[in-house]
């Protein structure tokens, strides 16, 4: 996946494409999702700077996840540079990363939104 980038405390979707090995479109039906921020890899999940799950778009058999960032998710979080991952265990507990890279929290100027 690429690096995403967001303004503190705006809206986002980041939409993920769930593939095989050989590259073929994922039922995603049954499926956990998780979007994990961290600025520190080694914490726990609980202290993560924000967890979100992510939600089924259109037909299950698309492999399309979607995940609704709030302004809540980053309005606390100092601007910089995180890690992000895109962890789904899928029907059979079987855990995969399906995306990750930078997560960067840009200084938002106007405040009156926020």
Known sequence: M??????RADNKIVTAIIRDENNALVNVSGQKSYLTVKNNL?????????????????????????FYITPTNTSGAVPGQYKYDIQVTDSNSRVFTAGFGDFNILQ???KTGS
């Open 2 to 7: 690429t690096d995403i980038n967001i303004y």
């Open 42 to 66: 080694s914490l726990a999940d609980a202290n993560a700077t924000f967890q979100i799950n992510g939600s089924i778009s259109g037909n299950v058999t698309g492999g399309t996840l979607l």
């Open 108 to 110: 938002d100027v106007t």
